[in-house]
């Protein structure tokens, strides 16, 4: 369901209505589902939504504070984003080739700071259930970045589990995804009604 990259006049001219972007950092396809399975609640609740992979995605960073919600998703590596070095050792088990520059880690270091107004963020990462109950994900270290950038992060971070290293995802779990992309958007839509803050 990815979407071509949005060039920056498609970002700014999408008429009145809320848009939301989906960033997602995916090695062996989970995130990306669920990536895909928000993008789908945003857009169930009325929320004009973009999906790009951050592997792929070089040009829309400067576009990001055209949006009113930015959600991005990762892979936990290690407790945290990957490092060029995890995404290596994801590549010897199987991911992608071109997956190994550039993460969520450095795609967010490229995040503008959005002008000055309400611009909220949400955060969620897949982690393999057998370490569902350890601390640190990469949602959580997302979401610390996004603050530092001065996005409004809300909602608490949010974990989808998968069964083993390259999934599948856990039953149940796109549905779950889906339906926190339509409150996300539902909140959004509520915002919307009134002068942003």
Do not use: C
Not at 19 to 30: K, P, T
Not at 56 to 84: I, N, W
Not at 106 to 112: C, D, G, K, Q, R
């Amino acid at each position: 369901m990815d979407r071509p990259d949005p060039a920056p006049d498609q970002a700014r001219d999408r008429g009145p209505g809320a848009r939301a972007l989906v960033a997602h950092e995916s090695m062996f396809g989970n995130t990306r589902l669920v990536a895909d399975a928000v993008a789908r609640g945003l857009e169930r609740a009325g929320v004009s939504t973009d999906v790009v992979d951050v592997a792929e995605a070089g040009a829309v960073g400067p576009t990001v504070p055209d949006y009113d919600v930015l959600v991005v998703g990762a892979p936990t590596h290690a407790f945290s984003l990957s490092r060029a070095s995890s995404r290596a050792q994801a590549i010897e088990q199987g991911a992608p080739l071109d997956h190994e520059e550039r993460g969520m880690r450095e795609w967010l270091a490229e995040v503008p700071e959005p002008p000055p107004g309400a611009h909220h963020a949400a955060t969620f990462d897949t982690r393999v259930t057998k370490v569902r109950h350890l601390p640190g994900s990469a949602a959580v270290k997302a979401a610390r970045i996004l603050r530092r950038h001065h996005y409004l992060v809300e909602d608490a971070p949010r974990s989808f589990y998968v069964e083993d290293l390259q999934g599948p995802l856990v039953a149940g779990e796109v549905h779950r995804a889906e339906e926190w992309g339509a409150e996300l958007g539902a909140a959004q839509v509520a915002r919307g009604r009134s002068p942003r803050a």
